[in-house]
C-alpha cells in the first residue's frame, strides 16, 4: 500500500503561469480532499471530491482555482495565473468513505507540494 | 459553519513534563475529532482521534478527552520526550467529511 502519492514535491512557477498538482489517493479509497498551508499556518480546507464529482467546493477561491477528480487516474488540483500569495503547501488527503460510522476511515495525508511562485 | 480554536500558540516543557493543548470547537454536530503531528516540512500525520460518543481515549503516553457540552477537547502528553517536539493541530468534523483545522500549536520539548 504505497500511500497517498503527490506530485510534484516541489513546483516553482512564474506570475501567470499554470500549477497542475496531482493526488493518486490510497488504493481502493474513493474520497479525495485538498487542503492549503500558508507558512506558519494551519491547514485549510479547499475541496473534497468523489469520482467525477465535487462534493464540497467550499473552501475553494471563486477565480482560477479548479479541482477534479476523474473515473481514471489522480485527482487534480490546478491553479490558473498563479500570483505570489498562492505559495503555500498543498495537501491532498484520501479516505475510504465519507460517511458516519465506528469503522476506521483511514484518512491518509500525502507529503505535500511545496508551490513557490516567483 | 465548524470554526475550532486552539490554545496555546506555543509551548515550552521540559523532558518529562507534562503537555497540554486545548481545542474549542462552534459546531455541536461534529463528531470526530482527531489530532495531527506535523514535523517541519513533513506531512501531518495522525497521532490519536476519538469520536463523540466516547469521553476519553489513551494511547502510550497520549491521551485525547472530549467533553461535548462545552465543545471542547484536549491532548494530554506525559513523560514528554524531545521527539515529541513538532507543531500539533486539532480538527473538527462532521462524519469525516472534511476536517476543520486549529491554528496549530507548536510545542518545543527541552532536554
Known amino acids: 500500500n504505497a500511500g497517498v502519492m503527490q506530485n510534484p514535491r516541489h513546483l516553482v512557477r512564474r506570475r501567470g503561469q499554470e500549477a497542475r498538482l496531482r493526488c493518486s489517493p490510497v488504493k481502493g479509497h474513493s474520497h479525495v480532499y485538498w487542503y492549503r498551508q500558508l507558512p506558519e499556518e494551519g491547514l485549510k480546507f479547499m475541496v473534497y471530491?468523489?469520482?467525477?464529482?465535487?462534493?464540497?467546493e467550499s473552501g475553494m477561491p471563486k477565480e482560477r482555482f479548479s479541482a477534479e477528480f476523474p473515473k481514471e487516474g489522480p485527482s487534480i488540483l490546478r491553479i490558473q495565473q498563479v500570483v505570489r500569495g498562492d505559495s503555500a503547501a498543498y495537501f491532498c488527503?484520501?479516505?475510504?468513505?465519507?460517511?458516519?460510522?465506528?469503522?476506521?476511515?483511514?484518512?491518509?495525508f500525502g507529503s505535500g507540494t511545496r508551490l513557490t511562485v516567483v | 459553519g465548524e470554526n475550532v480554536e486552539q490554545h496555546p500558540s506555543t509551548l515550552s516543557v521540559q523532558e518529562g513534563d507534562s503537555a497540554v493543548i486545548k481545542c474549542t470547537y462552534s459546531?455541536?454536530?461534529?463528531?470526530?475529532f482527531p489530532w495531527y503531528k506535523q514535523e517541519l516540512g513533513k506531512r501531518p500525520q495522525l497521532i490519536i482521534d476519538?469520536?463523540?460518543?466516547?469521553g476519553e481515549k489513551k494511547d502510550q503516553r497520549i491521551a485525547v478527552t472530549l467533553n461535548k457540552t462545552a465543545k471542547h477537547f484536549s491532548l494530554h502528553i506525559t513523560e514528554t520526550q524531545p521527539e515529541d517536539s513538532a507543531v500539533y493541530f486539532c480538527a473538527a468534523s462532521y462524519n469525516t467529511d472534511k476536517l476543520i483545522f486549529g491554528t496549530g500549536t507548536r510545542l518545543q520539548v527541552f532536554p
Open positions: 488527503a484520501s479516505s475510504r468513505t465519507g460517511t458516519g460510522g465506528l469503522t476506521n476511515y483511514g484518512y491518509t
Open positions: 471530491l468523489q469520482k467525477e464529482n465535487i462534493i464540497d
Open positions: 476519538i469520536r463523540s460518543n466516547v
Open positions: 459546531d455541536s454536530a461534529s463528531n470526530y
